[in-house]
């Protein structure tokens, strides 16, 4: 009987495990223009290629999202193809999820986070992907994403605080499809104080008066910039940070050449195409974390994200943070010598300027740890949390 039940398992297990990684990609396959093509894992006989071809439409259309076409192999994928692909980990044993009730996973992955997007205005009108987790009568910490990287780059962080805090995020304005797959929202404007102020209007949005921000890597800079400007920002985490003090701190090879990057394709459509038809060959993902790189590639995905992520993305690297540097909430400064992406002595230089700053600089750890939530940063996060919010600072 045990062994029955195991088998009986599989195919659920499959094809909920399906469902989850394409919701995961979902960022993706919803904003490219063209439909998408993927590639099993291992050679598959024609055959089962088309019963897997037909399966895959089966679970894309209950979970509403957009058709992909199954190839036999890699050959001739882009980058943002291959990446969809790894994730999706397609192989014999889909083929026989994709047979099971497609109820036992679809209403289980869609639940998951980050699930179905509320749509928040911003100040300008422009549109909002939000999402939030835990209790709403507990204190409200707003975690604020790396530009241009999907929700799901946060999941660690949302599970590891939402049991105790009400959590919200949402995802860098003009940068992602509606849930049509009609292609990004309208982008608005790009300014680093812009984006500030999507941090407010996303608070007010779920009806939060003053919340914790829990800045990670560019959205340091977003955070400590919405706390100069509102008291609504209570407090601060600000983690591995990348910021712009004009010389007064050194930043790493990365900085310098993703700012150059961003520079150039912000120039206008015809630089951000001419660096797409680079970035979209598979040698694109060889400095990328596999696991995540289905996230990093999203803002390269297409021309006009590239460009649109070089005005918004720019602007936060490009924008002197020093006039922030006045806010006088408690902060959470944290960075590790380890990291290579965003250079320590930033988060160093901020954390001395800063009224009521403590520096924490781990002893290991490269710039994607940060995300990853682990045990030590979030026991570091929430003695911090503990610290700084009391019962007088409910969220509603």
């Known amino acids: 009987m045990t062994t029955h039940l195991q088998d009986d398992r599989a195919p659920a297990a499959a094809l909920l495990s399906l469902a989850r990684a394409l919701l995961d990609t979902a960022s993706l396959t919803r904003v490219v223009p063209d439909r998408m093509r993927v590639a099993p894992v291992e050679p598959l006989p024609p055959g089962d290629l088309r019963a897997l071809h037909g399966a895959l439409a089966r679970v894309t259309d209950a979970l509403r999202l957009p058709g992909l076409d199954v190839v036999p192999d890699t050959g001739g994928l882009s ?22 009730r497609l109820e036992d996973a679809v209403e289980p992955a869609r639940a998951g986070f980050p699930g179905p997007a509320v749509v928040v205005p911003s100040y300008d009108g422009v549109p909002l992907r939000c999402w939030s987790r835990g209790p709403v009568n507990r204190p409200a910490v707003a975690i604020v994403n790396a530009c241009g990287m999907p929700a799901g780059m946060t999941a660690a962080w949302v ?6 805090y009400r959590v919200v995020t949402w995802e860098s304005r003009g940068l992602f499809a509606v849930d049509d797959g009609t ?8 300014s680093l104080d812009v984006q500030a102020s999507d ?38 985490s600000l983690w591995h940070g990348d910021y712009e003090l004009h010389g007064e701190a050194p930043k790493t090879a990365h900085q310098q050449d993703v700012a150059a990057l961003l520079a150039m394709v912000a120039r206008g459509r015809r ?12 040698a694109t993902l060889d400095g990328l974390r596999p696991d995540l790189a289905h996230y990093l590639i999203h803002p390269y995905a297409t021309p006009e994200l590239l460009y649109r992520y070089g005005l918004l993305n720019g602007a936060i690297m490009s924008a002197d943070c020093h006039r922030f540097l006045v806010a006088e ?21 901020v954390a001395a ?44």
Request: charged share 20%; glycine share 12%.
């Open 159 to 164: 599970a590891a605080l939402s049991s105790s």
């Open 271 to 282: 630089q951000a195409t001419e660096m797409y038809r680079l970035m979209r060959r598979p």
């Open 329 to 349: 909430q408690p902060a959470l400064v944290v960075t590790s010598e380890t990291d290579t992406t965003a250079h320590p002595a930033g988060s160093k230089f």
């Open 199 to 236: 941090l407010l209007a996303v608070l007010d949005g779920f009806g939060i008066r003053r919340a914790h921000a829990l800045g990670l890597c560019g959205g340091a800079a977003v955070a400590l910039a919405a706390a100069a400007g509102s008291d609504r920002i209570t407090s601060l």
């Open 183 to 190: 292609g990004p929202g309208e982008l608005g404007g790009w």
């Open 353 to 396: 300027r800063l009224p009521r700053a403590e520096l924490r600089t781990m002893p290991d750890g490269d710039h994607l740890t940060a995300f990853d939530a682990g045990p030590a940063l979030v026991a570091l996060a929430r003695d911090f949390l503990r610290g700084v919010t009391a019962p007088d600072r409910r969220d509603t």
């Open 79 to 100: 980058a943002v193809e291959l990446c969809v692909s790894r994730r999706l980990g397609l192989d014999r044993h889909s083929l026989d999820g994709c047979a099971g």
